[in-house]
């Protein structure tokens, strides 16, 4: 059976660090993929992006038509709540201010309106959070970011040995002296566990900010940091950490695989350094590469929410339904069948995107692995590299962060040229070759598990 993906994109707290139209390219591009889709109540109420996906798409948006028919999943943080206005509720304290969690749109009453519209459906189940999910929390961010230790990191890292011990002494302040205050402060209030909202309050004090203050957005902890480049960097690297091990906490807890779409390996200390270390596993099984023509992002998302979810029902679900038995019997007679359903699946989807008379050229290529490999957990879900940097490599993380014997499943979608849409290429980071007229987004999805 499949896990769900976490989609970490919908966290306020990252949208900073997205390329535009981040949220809407990794919606569509799991919603065709993936098995199911679980949210954070949170970012249902945080987020700027959902807010104008929802409320500026008319009748009934993408999200919405997904939640109505169980492939997105809400988590909700109690096992009470029966609507989208019982979460808000509670995340709003019940009435005691001191206890809400910050970070709230102003448009979060309507927005919860709307989205209880589709929980009256008989089948809405929603994830429950566990209890325990705070303190996991700040056990990992102890156990990652206290520690004086400097994190190995891979060759793929652009700083030496010892830029990286320096950017780890520069961050001490905010992963050791800030947290520590966070923890206090989420004690005070919650009774344990950490909450991020006072991590970034404590990191606000530390940049100067006045005390009582709550930082709504990461936005204002980069907007305050002064103009000296090392600080700024350091302060980047470890908002994102941060906001990483947030996002693996909670899929973890959900029993999801983690999306991660800043996660760029050229990060000076990426997750895979930071994470706590587990025996490796061996991989064995073939490994498999499959090509199929699929348009650009932008023209899928012209379909109406009711067609892409048709098509992925018609055909998306074959081609999962053959990828997940070929993952757990490699035969000659299983991959015939992941490979022409995969095919067909795609020429659905073309033939579906050319009735809304939008055209485009773009190359989906898929890397599978049976059972038999160790998944790389931590790295599924949509990773989009902005622009028209290509930076990812297969395999992207060392052994170590084999999760059991399960398979993956990456896929990565280049867009070749477009008619009647835009790509936006981004310039390249220092020392990245840009690939000219070639705009490449990352998705790797549908881990199987035995």
């Known amino acids: 059976m499949s896990n769900p993906v976490y989609l970490s994109v919908a966290d306020r707290q990252i949208e900073s660090f997205l390329s535009p139209g981040g949220f809407e390219r990794s919606l569509v591009l799991n919603v065709l993929f993936q098995s199911s889709i679980v949210l954070p109540?949170?970012?249902?109420f945080i987020s700027g992006e959902v807010e104008r996906h929802v409320l500026d798409s008319g009748p009934q948006s993408l999200l919405e038509a997904c939640i109505?028919?169980?492939i997105v999943r809400p988590a909700f943080r109690d096992g009470t709540c029966s609507s989208f206005l019982?979460?808000?509720?509670?995340?709003?304290?019940n009435g005691n201010s001191t206890r809400a969690?910050?970070?709230?749109?102003?448009?979060?009453?309507?927005l919860a309106r709307r989205l209880s519209r589709v929980t009256e459906n008989p089948s809405f189940k929603p994830f429950?959070?566990?209890r325990e999910i705070g303190e996991d929390f700040a056990k990992l961010i102890q156990t990652c970011l206290t520690t004086d230790s400097v994190p190995e990191v891979g060759s793929e890292c652009q700083l030496s040995p010892r830029n990286v011990k320096l950017l780890w002494q520069r961050t001490a302040k905010w992963r050791k002296d800030c947290v520590e205050e966070a923890l206090s402060k989420t004690k005070q209030i919650a009774g344990k566990g950490l909450r991020r909202g006072e991590l970034m309050n404590a990191i606000g004090r530390s940049l100067g900010i006045r005390s009582g203050h709550k930082v709504q957005d990461i936005r204002e902890l980069r907007s305050v940091v002064g103009v000296d480049y090392h600080e700024r960097f350091a302060l980047n690297c470890f908002l994102n950490w941060m906001c990483q091990l947030y996002h693996w906490n909670q899929a973890s807890a959900f029993g999801a695989t983690v999306s991660l779409p800043t996660y760029d390996e050229t990060t000076p200390i990426g997750l895979s350094a930071i994470l706590p270390q587990s025996p490796p596993s061996s991989a064995g099984g073939k490994v498999i590469t499959v090509q199929v023509s699929i348009p650009p992002t932008d023209v899928i998302a012209r379909l109406r929410p009711n067609e892409l979810i048709a098509i992925r029902s018609d055909l998306g679900s074959g081609y999962l339904a053959a990828l997940g038995e070929w993952q757990r019997e490699p035969t000659e007679e299983n991959e015939a069948k992941v490979r022409s359903s995969l095919a067909a699946y795609a020429e659905g989807i073309r033939k579906e995107s050319s009735k809304r008379n939008a055209e485009g050229e773009g190359l989906l290529e898929a890397v599978l692995a049976p059972g038999k490999h160790p998944a790389r957990k931590v790295?599924?879900?949509?990773f989009v590299v902005g622009g028209a940097v290509a930076t990812m490599?297969?395999?992207w993380m060392p052994p170590f962060l084999a999760l059991g014997p399960v398979g993956y499943a990456l896929y990565r979608w280049h867009c070749i040229k477009t008619e009647n849409s835009q790509v936006e290429l981004r310039s390249a980071p220092a020392g990245v070759k840009r690939q000219a007229e070639v705009n490449v987004e990352d998705l790797s999805v549908a881990s199987q598990g035995e």
């Not at 109540?41 to 249902?44: A, G, H, R, V």
């Not at 969690?101 to 309507?110: L, P, T």
Request: glycine share 8%; net charge negative; proline share 6%.
């Open 68 to 70: 109505e028919r169980n």
């Open 41 to 44: 109540d949170i970012f249902f």
């Open 86 to 93: 019982d979460a808000l509720n509670i995340i709003k304290g």
């Open 101 to 110: 969690i910050q970070g709230v749109r102003e448009s979060a009453e309507e």
């Open 393 to 395: 490599k297969w395999p």
């Open 128 to 130: 429950v959070w566990p």
């Open 379 to 382: 790295m599924t879900g949509l």
